[in-house]
């Protein structure tokens, strides 16, 4: 029989829960406790009352006793529940990155969860490719073999350009989904989906897309339809696709692992490489970050951390020709009697792969790519005696700089060669490359990508075009180095190789490698003969040799060694501070006072700075910074505490220090 003292508290009993919402409440404070008549799982989603405000919440743990304080009830249960292990990875995100869990929340969950929507159109990108099923070569084999006997964790598959990196993760999805288990590709960013998607189309009946240009209503679609289905899937998209709600995770795959598109640079500053780390670990699941060219860091951290490490050293297709390799020394200008900066070897390359009606690209690497100062009449360009690099304009100091060796010196308001005053300042930007293209070539079919978010939402429209050789030169910046697989493309060329090297940054070199062996690695990848010339004021720089030759082993070890010299990562963490304020003086003095306070309190960082900010001066704010660094990372989150709550900006693990 039921005995029920207090029929009042009978009708009504409560059950009181820790929900941290998407709302930030104050600094420390992840959760607030509220009351329901339910019983709610661990990671419901749910509305409630902040102030006056409706906002999105997640169920964090059943609280057992009743609070001694008013707690306000629940609003709403959306009936929708985080599954465990995403929820455990974003508070691990929370913590790792010392970000409020609310603002962690903001990004993972989908806009508008609480609106009707109406069903809208799935958005399917659509590209079609000539293929023929491939067998697996004995490098693909090998490193599917190495994938199975790896029952969890992190695999770096690094595999050279055009070594069919693609195939292995088709069959690693296969095998995750007849596991019953689903599967995430992460691409760098949307431009490149249209091309792994056509692959894995051919494999998968109904992939799920996430990316930046789809609608509010078509991610709400995607998330839920991630949540609520039965069988596992396969889901494509960028960064943001680890925090589609999938039940079982078998695979993770980061494809071009080494890209700074990786690491997301607003708040919270993750990187999907350590994100997918736990969220795989949560799993038990794979994690294949896979690169022809990872970030030296990621290498040193899985040889280290004993991880299986898969190499392909060769090209997937037995009949490929490797490109022969041109490289042109800016500094002579005999090599540039018709054009500035287009050599008369790339002219001449461009023009013959046209009248053969096939396709050449035109690589920049718009980073670093500063306006240089020149004679229009004779074409005298003001460069570096010492270094031989062209001067950087700084024009607010109203000085030409050697950004190699910091020698400065006037703006000249007449040619020193040949007197006349048409003294230009030009930068080499893409713009530039496809105008005088197109009058160096008025007959070709010319299209431009700079990687800037519309146009990479062109790229991939106008992939098929690209695809079926209806372009002739292709001009563009990074977004074009990477993963681009294009069967009429025969010439490549780069405008200034070591355009991103005098940025003095730790990962300048680095990325200049990086970008050189991937835009070269977009030929010499079938049977037809293929050209590459690469223009360089510093022909004989490492980053520029070892990229060419795409030799990554050397650079490798000549990263590390520098790395190590310099106590950069992976030898140390990184965590940069940056202040902003109206006026330099202000700046520079609270910068000194927290540099002075971190140097008394907090022990084991070594701290650089302050100094002013690269990007200096932004829309009317001064900004200078603090880098510390510390072998225990701990010891740089406990900086932070010191931090004041406005007028500061930090990163953790930062990729660039500018
Ligand atoms: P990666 O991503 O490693 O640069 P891709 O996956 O794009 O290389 O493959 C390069 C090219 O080789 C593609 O055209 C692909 O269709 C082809 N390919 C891949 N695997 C094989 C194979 N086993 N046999 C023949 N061709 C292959
Ligand atoms: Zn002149
Ligand atoms: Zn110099």
């Not at 596991?179 to 051919?202: K, M, N, R, W, Y």
């Not at 990316?211 to 960028?238: C, F, M, Y």
């Not at 829309?619 to 740089?636: F, I, N």
Request: aromatic content about 6%; some cysteine.
């Amino acid at each position: 029989m039921l005995i029920v003292t207090d029929p009042e508290q009978y009708n009504s009993y409560m059950y009181y829960y820790e929900i941290a919402p998407s709302l930030i409440v104050r600094a420390g404070q992840n959760t607030l406790t509220y009351s329901s008549d339910s019983v709610l799982d661990t990671g419901a989603i749910v509305e409630v009352e902040i102030g006056s405000r409706l906002t999105i919440g997640v169920v964090t743990e059943r609280v057992k006793a009743k609070p001694a304080y008013e707690v306000k009830p629940i609003k709403n249960n959306l009936a929708l529940t985080l599954p465990a292990q995403l929820l455990r990875t974003l508070a691990w995100t929370a913590e790792y990155y010392h970000t409020p869990l609310a603002s962690v929340l903001q990004t993972a969950l989908p806009r508008g969860l609480t609106k009707q929507r109406r069903a809208t159109k799935k958005s399917v990108l659509q590209a079609t490719r000539n293929r023929t099923k491939n067998v697996l070569n004995t490098d693909q084999t090998a490193a599917l073999e190495k994938i199975r006997a790896t029952p969890s964790g992190t695999i770096l598959l690094h595999g050279i350009t055009g070594s069919g990196k693609t195939e292995v993760y088709i069959r690693a999805a296969q095998d995750a989904l007849a596991a019953g288990q689903s599967a995430i590709i992460l691409v760098p960013e949307i431009a490149l989906t249209s091309q792994l998607v056509a692959d894995f189309q051919h494999h998968f009946a109904d992939i799920i897309l996430t990316h930046s240009k789809q609608t509010e209503a078509q991610r709400h679609h995607a998330w839920l339809d991630v949540l609520q289905s039965d069988n596992p899937r396969v889901v494509i998209g960028p960064r943001s696709a680890l925090f589609s709600p999938l039940s079982s995770i078998g695979l993770i795959v980061i494809d071009e692992c080494h890209e700074p598109s990786f690491k997301q640079e607003q708040a919270p500053r993750y990187s999907a490489l350590r994100l997918a780390s736990t969220l795989s670990h949560e799993h038990r699941a794979k994690l294949i970050l896979g690169s022809a060219t990872p970030n030296a860091s990621d290498y040193y951290l899985a040889k280290h951390a004993n991880r299986p490490i898969v190499e392909m050293f060769n090209l997937a297709r037995t009949d490929a020709v490797k490109p022969t390799i041109q490289l042109i020394d800016m500094t002579k200008r005999t090599n540039f009697t018709k054009h500035r900066f287009f050599s008369d070897a790339l002219i001449a390359r461009i023009t013959s792969t046209l009248a053969a009606g096939d396709q050449s690209l035109v690589f920049h690497n718009r980073r670093g790519s500063a306006p240089i100062t020149l004679c229009e009449e004779c074409g005298w360009q003001a460069g570096c005696g010492r270094c031989f690099v062209p001067l950087t304009l700084h024009a607010d100091q109203h000085k030409l700089v050697c950004h190699i060796c910091g020698m400065s010196s006037p703006v000249p308001t007449s040619c020193p060669e040949c007197g006349s005053v048409d003294i230009l300042h030009k930068g080499i930007g893409t713009k530039l490359i496809e105008s005088e293209l197109m009058r160096l070539f008025p007959k070709a079919r010319i299209a431009r990508f700079d990687g800037d978010t519309d146009t990479a939402d062109a790229l991939d429209q106008r992939y098929q075009e690209l695809y079926d050789g209806e372009i002739d030169i292709i001009v563009g910046t990074q977004v074009i180095a990477k993963g681009l697989d294009l069967p009429h493309l025969r010439t490549v060329g780069v405008v200034q190789a070591d355009a991103g090297l005098s940025l003095p940054d730790y990962t300048s070199s680095e990325r200049t490698f990086q970008l050189l062996s991937q835009v070269i690695g977009r030929v010499g990848r079938s049977s037809h003969e293929t050209h590459v010339i690469v223009q360089s004021y510093q022909p004989t720089h490492p980053a520029v040799h070892d990229g060419i030759a795409q030799d990554y082993a050397t650079f490798y070890e000549r990263t590390l060694k520098l790395r190590k010299a310099s106590n950069f990562p992976p030898f140390t963490h990184l965590l940069k501070l940056v202040c902003i304020y109206k006026t330099e003086a202000a700046a520079v003095r609270n910068a000194q006072k927290l540099a002075a306070q971190l140097r008394s309190s907090v022990p084991d960082i070594e701290l650089l700075g302050p100094t002013p900010a690269f990007y200096e001066r932004v829309r009317d704010t001064y900004r200078w910074q603090l880098v510390l660094k510390s072998p225990h990372r701990q010891a740089l989150l406990d900086a932070l505490e010191y931090l004041p709550l406005s007028h500061w900006q930090y990163e953790l693990d930062p990729l660039s220090l500018l």
